[in-house]
C-alpha cells in the first residue's frame, strides 16, 4: 500500500494526539470503527478485500513490534528508581 511518509507521521500523530486520554479497550473499538468506517468509502468489493488481506498479513510484524516496544519500555522503567509512599 504506497503512502506518503511525511502524510502517514501527521496522521499517526493526529491519531495519538486525539485518544491519548481514552483507555486501551475504548481506543481499540474506535480504531476498528473508523476502520471499518473507512473501507466502506472504497469503490468496488476488490480493493476492501485487499486492504483487509495487507491488515492481515500484517498482523505478526504487529504483535512483534507491540512486543518489542512493551519490553524496552519495561527495561526502561526497571531502570527508574522506584518510587516509595510512606
Do not use: W
Not at 4 to 15: E, G, L, N, T
Not at 44 to 68: G, K, M, W, Y
Amino acid at each position: 500500500m504506497a503512502y506518503k511518509q511525511d502524510q502517514f507521521s501527521r496522521a499517526c500523530d493526529r491519531i495519538d494526539a486525539a485518544t491519548k486520554d481514552n483507555d486501551n479497550e475504548t481506543f481499540y473499538a474506535a480504531m476498528i470503527a473508523v476502520f471499518t468506517y473507512r473501507m466502506s468509502t472504497e469503490g468496488c468489493d476488490h480493493a476492501r478485500e485487499t486492504i483487509v488481506q495487507h491488515f492481515i498479513e500484517s498482523l505478526p510484524e504487529i504483535l512483534a513490534n507491540a512486543n518489542r516496544e512493551a519490553a524496552r519500555r519495561a527495561r526502561s522503567h526497571a531502570r527508574e528508581p522506584a518510587i516509595t509512599c510512606h
